[in-house]
T-cell receptor, first 117, second 113 residues
Framework: EPEVTQTPSHQVTQMGQEVILRCVPISNHLYFYWYRQILGQKVEFLVSFYNNEISEKSEIFDDQFSVERPDGSNFTLKIRSTKLEDSAMYFC???????????????FGPGTRLTVL | AQSVTQPDIHITVSEGASLELRCNYSYGATPYLFWYVQSPGQGLQLLLKYFSGDTLVQGIKGFEAEFKRSQSSFNLRKPSVHWSDAAEYFCAVGPFGNEKLTFGTGTRLTIIP
């Protein structure tokens, strides 16, 4: 069964450093998402991406964050200058369509745990 | 704004017993409702979803959920739990087209022998 993959599974970085989290969505999917989950808190939407542009973003997704689909398979989240409060589990998700129905289920990857020291 | 409340942070159930996990939502229009499960070290796996039609939906692993519009609820049930059901369960709501899911805080399920 196709699945969303994410690398690395755990990333440790120093405050102020740039990090890039990588995701490979399911191959025929067109819509891509990033969510995060701070330890002990709820999963929060960060951004959605379609047709090579951001379609929606939350207020968490400020100028320090950016997303990119650099090629036909990868979808990345970059944090330019990490802060302590960016420590969280970051989930990538993808969906085939937004037609409303069976095909627009979001499939999630296993997550990348980001630790900022 | 849409929101989801899962009032139970942690539930402990004996293996073989029935289970009900509560979920209440707030959403202005007809919601799309989901239950996801997260096992340790794993991603979020979809258990079931409600878009329209029959308010009792069947999912994987023997789970079902019932949409009750009058109570703004979408509770998850299983008649007999197995030790492998121990995990974190998340209820989520989304608009048409499934953009921007809003999740609840999750319910951690522990199974005792």
């Amino acid at each position: 069964e196709p699945e969303v993959t994410q690398t690395p599974s755990h990333q440790v970085t120093q405050m102020g450093q740039e990090v890039i989290l990588r995701c490979v969505p399911i191959s025929n999917h067109l819509y891509f998402y990033w969510y995060r989950q701070i330890l002990g808190q709820k999963v929060e939407f960060l951004v959605s991406f379609y047709n090579n542009e951001i379609s929606e973003k939350s207020e968490i997704f400020d100028d320090q964050f950016s997303v990119e689909r650099p090629d036909g398979s990868n979808f990345t989240l970059k944090i330019r200058s990490t802060k302590l409060e960016d420590s969280a589990m970051y989930f990538c998700a993808s969906t085939e369509s937004l037609a409303g129905g069976v095909t627009d289920t979001q499939y999630f990857g296993p997550g990348t745990r980001l630790t900022v020291l | 704004a849409q929101s989801v409340t899962q009032p139970d942070i942690h539930i402990t159930v004996s293996e073989g017993a029935s289970l009900e996990l509560r979920c209440n939502y707030s959403y202005g229009a007809t919601p799309y409702l989901f239950w996801y499960v997260q096992s340790p070290g794993q991603g979020l796996q979809l258990l079931l979803k409600y878009f329209s039609g029959d308010t009792l939906v069947q999912g994987i692993k023997g789970f079902e959920a019932e949409f009750k519009r009058s109570q703004s609820s979408f509770n998850l049930r299983k008649p007999s739990v197995h030790w492998s059901d121990a995990a974190e369960y998340f209820c989520a709501v989304g608009p048409f087209g499934n953009e921007k899911l809003t999740f609840g805080t999750g319910t951690r399920l522990t199974i005792i022998p």
